[in-house]
C-alpha cells in the first residue's frame, strides 16, 4: 500500500512537495489552515491531488506516515503538537526532497545576505554547472528535484527550514552571519536561534565544507565550543586566514589547498562591506567547485544585486529612492543605514519580532534627519527614536508614506526603506511592499 504523504501548508514549498511525493507514489493529502491562492489550488487540482483549505481535518492528518510542513507553521500550531503526539514524522520540504537527489548541493543561511550570496553563488556556477537555485527563494527544492536533471543546488536555508531536518546534509554549507531575528519563535532565546541556523552542519562528513564569517562573534563561540566535522574555510575583513578567504591590500585572497584565487575588491559589481563578505563566500564555494577563475572575476563584476535589498530605485529632483523591504531584521537595516551616504528619510516599520533598536542610535544620530513609521504600531520605534530626529510621522500605507517622504527629502538626500521589522500588518510579504514602493515612487 501507498504510504501516506501528508502536507501542511499549500505555498512553493507545500505545492512543489506535494508533486515530488505524487511522482515518488505516495498517496498525497494537502491540508491549509488559510485560503490556497488560486494559482496553487490550479495546480493541485490538475494533478488530481487531494486538499483541502481554511482548516485541518484532523482524520485526514493523523494517518499519515509522514507530514511535510511549511516553515511558516510554527511547533506550537496545535495540528503539529497532535501530530507529534501520535509519533508522526514531521520533517521540512527540504529533508524531504534531498532524499530523493544525489546531487551535490551548496546550503546557504545566515540572519542577513543569504538571498544575496546564494543568487550570487548561483550566478557564478551557472555558466559552467547543471545547477538550480531554490529553497528559501524562487521555485521550490522538490519541485526542481521531481522535474529532474539538475545536478547542483544552490538552496537559501532559513531557521524555520533546518528546523525540519534530520539526516539533510550540504556537501557545502554557507553560514553569512548571526543576529537576533524571529526570537519570537525561538521562546525569545537567542540561543535557540543560533543552534537552529548551525542544523545547517550538523550532518556534515569530514569530506564536506563549512564555509563561515570568522569576523562574527556569535559564530566563532559557537563554532569554538561545538564539534564539526566539515572542513572549515573562514572568510574575513580584518585578519588573515590560512584556509578560507581573507582581505589584503584591497584584493579578496582565497586560499583552498593549493589553489588561490585573487580579486580587487574596487572591481565588485556591488560595494560595501556586507558585499564584499557575499562575494567572499560565493566565490569560495565556486572555487571549491571548480569554476574558472576568469567566470568567477566576471561574474563578480556584472552581478547587480537582488530585487528588494538596497534595490536604486529612481532618482526624482536629485533625491535616491532606494528599496530595501527585504529588511526584516534590525541588523538588516543597520547595513542599509551604514551604505547610504548622505541624509535621510527613513521609512520603518511594521511587524516587530522582539527587535532592538539601540544598536541603530548611532547610525540614525548621524544620518537620519526623518522617520517615517510604516506600521499598525509604531510605539517601540517612537520611544527609541522620537528624541533623536527632528521629525517622526507616521502613515497609514505606502502611497502615503512615500508621499511624506518626497515633501521632506531636499536635493541630494536618499529616502530608505528599511522596515527592520516583517511586512505581514499591511503587506502579504516583503516583495509585495518592496513592490507597492517602487509603484508609489513611480507615480510622484
Same mark, same amino acid.
Given at each position: 500500500?501507498?504510504?501516506?504523504?501528508?502536507?501542511?501548508?499549500?505555498?512553493?514549498?507545500?505545492?512543489?512537495?506535494?508533486?515530488?511525493?505524487?511522482?515518488?507514489?505516495?498517496?498525497?493529502?494537502?491540508?491549509?489552515?488559510?485560503?490556497?491562492?488560486?494559482?496553487?489550488? &490550479?495546480? $493541485? %487540482? #490538475?494533478?488530481?491531488? /487531494?486538499?483541502?483549505?481554511?482548516?485541518?481535518?484532523?482524520?485526514?492528518? +493523523? @494517518?499519515?506516515?509522514?507530514?511535510?510542513?511549511?516553515?511558516?507553521?510554527?511547533?506550537?500550531?496545535?495540528?503539529?503538537?497532535?501530530?507529534?503526539?501520535?509519533?508522526?514524522?514531521?520533517?521540512?520540504?527540504?529533508?524531504?526532497?534531498?532524499?530523493?537527489?544525489?546531487?551535490?548541493?551548496?546550503?546557504?543561511?545566515?540572519?542577513?545576505?543569504?538571498?544575496?550570496?546564494?543568487?550570487?553563488?548561483?550566478?557564478?556556477?551557472?555558466?559552467?554547472?547543471?545547477?538550480?537555485?531554490?529553497?528559501?527563494?524562487?521555485?521550490?527544492?522538490?519541485?526542481?528535484?521531481?522535474?529532474?536533471?539538475?545536478?547542483?543546488?544552490? &538552496?537559501? $536555508? %532559513? #531557521?524555520?527550514?533546518? /528546523?525540519?531536518?534530520?539526516?539533510?546534509?550540504?556537501?557545502?554549507?554557507? +553560514? @553569512?552571519?548571526?543576529?537576533?531575528?524571529?526570537?519570537?519563535?525561538?521562546?525569545?532565546?537567542?540561543?535557540?536561534?543560533?543552534?537552529?541556523?548551525?542544523?545547517?552542519?550538523?550532518?556534515?562528513?569530514?569530506?564536506?565544507?563549512?564555509?563561515?564569517?570568522?569576523?562574527?562573534?556569535?559564530?566563532?563561540?559557537?563554532?569554538?565550543?561545538?564539534?564539526?566535522?566539515?572542513?572549515?574555510?573562514?572568510?574575513?575583513?580584518?585578519?588573515?586566514?590560512?584556509?578560507?578567504?581573507?582581505?589584503?591590500?584591497?584584493?579578496?585572497?582565497?586560499?583552498?589547498?593549493?589553489?588561490?584565487?585573487?580579486?580587487?575588491?574596487?572591481? &565588485?559589481? $556591488?560595494?560595501?562591506?556586507?558585499?564584499?563578505?557575499?562575494?567572499?563566500?560565493?566565490?569560495?564555494?565556486?572555487? +571549491?567547485?571548480?569554476?574558472?577563475?576568469?567566470?568567477?572575476?566576471?561574474?563578480?563584476?556584472?552581478?547587480?544585486?537582488?530585487?528588494?535589498?538596497?534595490?536604486?530605485?529612481?532618482?526624482?529632483?536629485?533625491?535616491?529612492?532606494?528599496?530595501?523591504?527585504?529588511?526584516?531584521?534590525?541588523?538588516?537595516?543597520?547595513?542599509?543605514?551604514?551604505?547610504?551616504?548622505?541624509?535621510?528619510?527613513?521609512?520603518?516599520?511594521?511587524?516587530?519580532?522582539?527587535?532592538?533598536?539601540?544598536?541603530?542610535?548611532?547610525?540614525?544620530?548621524?544620518?537620519?534627519?526623518?522617520?517615517?513609521?510604516?506600521?499598525?504600531?509604531?510605539?517601540?520605534?517612537?520611544?527609541?527614536?522620537?528624541?533623536?530626529?527632528?521629525?517622526?510621522?507616521?502613515?497609514?500605507?505606502?502611497?502615503?508614506?512615500?508621499?511624506?517622504?518626497?515633501?521632506?527629502?531636499?536635493?541630494?538626500?536618499?529616502?530608505?526603506?528599511?522596515?527592520?521589522?516583517?511586512?505581514?500588518?499591511?503587506?502579504?510579504?516583503?516583495?509585495?511592499?518592496?513592490?507597492?514602493?517602487?509603484?508609489?515612487?513611480?507615480?510622484?
Amino acid at each position: 500500500m501507498a504510504k501516506r504523504l501528508v502536507i501542511l501548508g499549500a505555498g512553493e514549498s507545500g505545492v512543489g512537495a506535494a508533486l515530488l511525493g505524487l511522482q515518488k507514489g505516495y498517496d498525497v493529502f494537502v491540508s491549509d489552515f488559510g485560503k490556497i491562492k488560486q494559482g496553487y489550488a &490550479l495546480v $493541485l %487540482s #490538475s494533478n488530481e491531488i /487531494d486538499w483541502e483549505d481554511k482548516g485541518h481535518t484532523d482524520a485526514k492528518i +493523523l @494517518t499519515a506516515d509522514v507530514v511535510v510542513k511549511s516553515p511558516g507553521i510554527p511547533e506550537t500550531a496545535p495540528i503539529v503538537m497532535k501530530l507529534k503526539e501520535a509519533n508522526v514524522s514531521v520533517i521540512s520540504e527540504i529533508e524531504f526532497a534531498a532524499t530523493f537527489t544525489q546531487a551535490t548541493i551548496v546550503g546557504v543561511t545566515g540572519s542577513n545576505g543569504k538571498t544575496s550570496t546564494a543568487s550570487l553563488t548561483y550566478s557564478l556556477l551557472k555558466g559552467e554547472l547543471n545547477v538550480a537555485l531554490g529553497g528559501n527563494i524562487g521555485d521550490s527544492f522538490a519541485a526542481q528535484v521531481a522535474t529532474g536533471g539538475y545536478k547542483n543546488f544552490v &538552496l537559501e $536555508l %532559513s #531557521s524555520f527550514q533546518l /528546523d525540519g531536518i534530520e539526516d539533510f546534509a550540504p556537501h557545502i554549507a554557507v +553560514l @553569512t552571519n548571526l543576529s537576533p531575528d524571529h526570537l519570537d519563535r525561538y521562546d525569545n532565546s537567542y540561543e535557540n536561534y543560533i543552534a537552529a541556523k548551525f542544523r545547517i552542519t550538523m550532518n556534515q562528513k569530514a569530506s564536506d565544507y563549512f564555509i563561515y564569517d570568522a569576523d562574527d562573534i556569535d559564530i566563532n563561540r559557537w563554532v569554538a565550543n561545538h564539534e564539526i566535522k566539515a572542513i572549515k574555510l573562514p572568510f574575513s575583513l580584518t585578519k588573515e586566514v590560512e584556509q578560507g578567504a581573507y582581505i589584503k591590500e584591497n584584493k579578496i585572497i582565497i586560499t583552498i589547498q593549493n589553489n588561490q584565487f585573487t580579486m580587487p575588491i574596487a572591481t &565588485l559589481g $556591488l560595494q560595501g562591506k556586507h558585499n564584499v563578505k557575499n562575494a567572499m563566500a560565493a566565490s569560495t564555494v565556486a572555487t +571549491l567547485l571548480k569554476i574558472r577563475k576568469a567566470t568567477i572575476r566576471e561574474s563578480l563584476e556584472s552581478f547587480q544585486g537582488v530585487e528588494h535589498r538596497l534595490e536604486k530605485v529612481l532618482k526624482i529632483n536629485n533625491v535616491m529612492y532606494i528599496n530595501d523591504s527585504k529588511a526584516t531584521n534590525v541588523n538588516a537595516t543597520f547595513y542599509a543605514l551604514d551604505s547610504v551616504q548622505t541624509p535621510t528619510v527613513w521609512i520603518v516599520g511594521g511587524v516587530d519580532k522582539g527587535n532592538d533598536y539601540s544598536e541603530l542610535l548611532p547610525l540614525v544620530n548621524e544620518k537620519v534627519k526623518a522617520i517615517i513609521c510604516l506600521g499598525l504600531d509604531n510605539e517601540k520605534i517612537k520611544a527609541q527614536f522620537s528624541n533623536v530626529v527632528d521629525l517622526l510621522v507616521e502613515t497609514a500605507g505606502m502611497q502615503e508614506a512615500v508621499k511624506v517622504a518626497y515633501k521632506l527629502a531636499d536635493r541630494n538626500e536618499t529616502v530608505l526603506l528599511s522596515p527592520a521589522c516583517a511586512s505581514f500588518d499591511l503587506f502579504e510579504n516583503y516583495e509585495d511592499r518592496g513592490r507597492q514602493f517602487k509603484e508609489a515612487v513611480r507615480h510622484l
